[in-house]
């Protein structure tokens, strides 16, 4: 059964205490009845970017076609930094303009999707006030509300073709293998890196993962296939190495996060 | 697009470990199945009937006109405190009778908006079976599911004029400024105030802010305005004048919490 | 007013900071765009299925006929454990063989509801690509939306009559009481044992509770009942004897955990 329904989602680092997510969805709910609104995560880490940037890119692409993306992570709010909305292949992105949009864009590009960014400028798409500290609520939420009306992108500003694009880090080629780093560290303590399943193809002997002083050896398929509080190298639900303690938290384990370098090598 | 949809608002001081909030949708959907619910928050301090109250006054004022909010952060359940359904000014409120609604009934007598209040009687309107520490599922959520269904305030039990209000602390006035406290410490560590954009108006020179042992010097726009670490002064999304660290945390840095005194001064 | 829409509620010990339920969620979406989603927790701990069987098993039941609850708790990921779904009664479940469905399976049976279970094989109701580490996504998300979409539980896998059932620890009778322990430590501290309203019936005399070297004196009602500070013993709302400090924490105050023994005697 297909129904036209469209999906909006929140990610920011607004926590859940304050009401701030909720408000947000009473913003959207009063342009636009009818979308269903889902909480990709408002932890975040206070002004991470590039945090938020990365899970963003993880999460959207599992959304059908045509939901919109709401991404608040705004340290620069109220100051010149540009408010954006933007349709990135089959999704769409509002949020500052700050690179928060990254991984999405590039996938797009990618993918040879059409990628079509505005600086949201039309002010009758915007709450009547608009504060200088609370675009979420004042501008982003409203934008994206007026996006699932059907709204043409093209109405709610100027175009822009320079959005604030992140670094991405790309793992560095070794002798016999790549040096790369710790992209993200989950809620189980489990370290994503930039190296990929493709990296590791053509690997004449099992590979040893090195991360500061410990040796990984080999490359198991999933966490039951260690033992209760070992270290295992994986390939992750995204494709990616990851290092994981079986039952327990590698991060912690290893004093380690996002930035240390991981290599792997024959 | 408008649709004739009825939404339901969750805060409560639940946290969201043990699916207490989840109950609550179950009953709801259970008795008016076309409802959005969104939640405010589950994470009001236990007990804290007073951050409670302030969440919710400043949230509900932005969802859509017929909104109804559940509100459960009841010490006193189970007791003769009295469960309340009440109609403020454009939206509904739904929760123990200690204070909880203060803020969305100051707002809809000033507004001029109607007011009725009502002890929950009726128990044909609750769950069958009523224990006596879960009125959020027995009682609050199908009372504010019946209210969804079009149910009518007054089938739901007799007509209060006395809900319990709680203080509102007013600034105070000094010789050149005003004296006022913190009213809510946000999830960015940020300190809110009871000092309002109107407090400052006709200051003939920029106003200083004083917490403890600390001046701030002026009033800026936005965080963006200050270097990252700064202590600032901003008037935040709520018209309330708020100290802020630029990419910190004013609370941590200040060691201040809810009830400190501000004074601002020209 | 009663409409045709089906309800799919999710309970993980995933956190919330990376996005993993809110893809789920998407996932969902796209094969069956007219579901409502409930989260029930996301916050049961790492690996503990026990607590996730528990709280699923006692929310579940508030939830409207028909209603699929997806719980993945899922150390053995990617092994051998079995994928499962299952109809128990006026519910459906999804998720992995390790336990989780254990009280609403129990539920179900003694209720003389039809209960039937099945081993996920048929990897066409499944995400195109499957990874080794989220099932979640990949198996149970998809599934349980082809369920909401009337897809009949018999055309998902082949029948299984021996789900792995997680140990129910029964209070033993004593002289004049019951030897129980404690079942839950709830986000309040509070401590609920599997002592039930129906042991304590009969008791001729108020019973006394011990715990460790804590002995409380009769049952109160509720909270109220007692003074801000004091121990208090009371029938939940689930109908099972707790251990409370009105409007403090019992679980702190006393050092007790999921497994400790508590007796109640005359």
């Given at each position: 059964?297909?129904?036209?329904?469209?999906i909006?989602?929140?990610?920011?680092?607004?926590?859940?205490?304050?009401?701030?997510?909720?408000?947000?969805?009473?913003?959207?709910?009063?342009?636009?009845?009818?979308?269903?609104?889902?909480?990709?995560?408002h932890?975040?880490?206070?002004?991470?970017?590039?945090?938020g940037?990365?899970?963003l890119?993880?999460?959207?692409?599992?959304?059908?076609?045509?939901?919109i993306?709401?991404?608040?992570?705004?340290p620069?709010?109220?100051?010149?930094?540009?408010p954006?909305?933007?349709?990135?292949?089959?999704?769409?992105?509002?949020?500052p303009?700050n690179?928060?949009?990254?991984?999405?864009?590039?996938?797009?590009?990618?993918?040879?999707?059409?990628?079509?960014?505005?600086?949201?400028?039309?002010?009758?798409?915007?709450?009547p006030?608009?504060?200088?500290?609370f675009?979420?609520?004042?501008?982003?939420a409203?934008?994206?509300?007026?996006?699932?009306?059907?709204?043409?992108?093209?109405?709610?500003?100027?175009?822009?073709?320079?959005?604030?694009?992140l670094?991405?880090?790309?793992?560095?080629?070794?002798?016999?293998?790549?040096?790369?780093?710790?992209?993200?560290?989950?809620h189980?303590?489990?370290?994503?890196?930039?190296?990929?399943?493709?990296?590791?193809?053509?690997?004449?002997?099992?590979?040893?993962?090195?991360i500061?002083?410990?040796l990984?050896?080999?490359?198991?398929?999933?966490?039951?296939?260690?033992?209760?509080?070992?270290m295992?190298?994986?390939?992750?639900?995204?494709?990616?190495l990851?290092?994981?303690?079986?039952?327990?938290?590698?991060?912690?384990?290893?004093?380690?996060?996002?930035?240390?370098?991981?290599?792997?090598?024959?």
């Amino acid at each position: 059964m297909k129904v036209n329904r469209k999906i909006i989602t929140l990610l920011t680092d607004f926590g859940t205490q304050d009401g701030y997510a909720g408000v947000m969805k009473g913003v959207i709910w009063g342009i636009a009845p009818q979308v269903y609104i889902a909480d990709l995560t408002h932890d975040i880490y206070p002004q991470d970017v590039k945090q938020g940037a990365f899970v963003l890119g993880r999460s959207a692409p599992y959304f059908p076609r045509g939901s919109i993306h709401v991404a608040v992570v705004d340290p620069g709010v109220g100051t010149q930094r540009r408010p954006l909305a933007a349709r990135l292949g089959d999704c769409f992105f509002v949020g500052p303009d700050n690179g928060l949009l990254t991984p999405l864009l590039y996938r797009a590009e990618r993918m040879g999707g059409s990628v079509e960014v505005v600086h949201l400028t039309r002010r009758e798409y915007w709450l009547p006030e608009v504060s200088s500290v609370f675009h979420g609520r004042d501008i982003f939420a409203p934008v994206s509300a007026h996006l699932a009306n059907d709204t043409p992108l093209s109405d709610l500003g100027a175009p822009v073709d320079d959005p604030l694009r992140l670094e991405q880090p790309y793992p560095f080629p070794l002798d016999k293998g790549w040096r790369g780093q710790v992209t993200h560290v989950d809620h189980f303590g489990n370290l994503e890196t930039n190296i990929e399943r493709n990296h590791l193809v053509g690997f004449i002997k099992p590979p040893q993962v090195r991360i500061g002083d410990t040796l990984i050896k080999g490359v198991v398929n999933t966490f039951g296939d260690g033992l209760p509080g070992q270290m295992v190298a994986l390939i992750d639900s995204g494709g990616h190495l990851s290092l994981c303690v079986v039952n327990g938290n590698a991060a912690e384990t290893l004093h380690a996060r996002v930035g240390d370098t991981v290599e792997v090598v024959v």
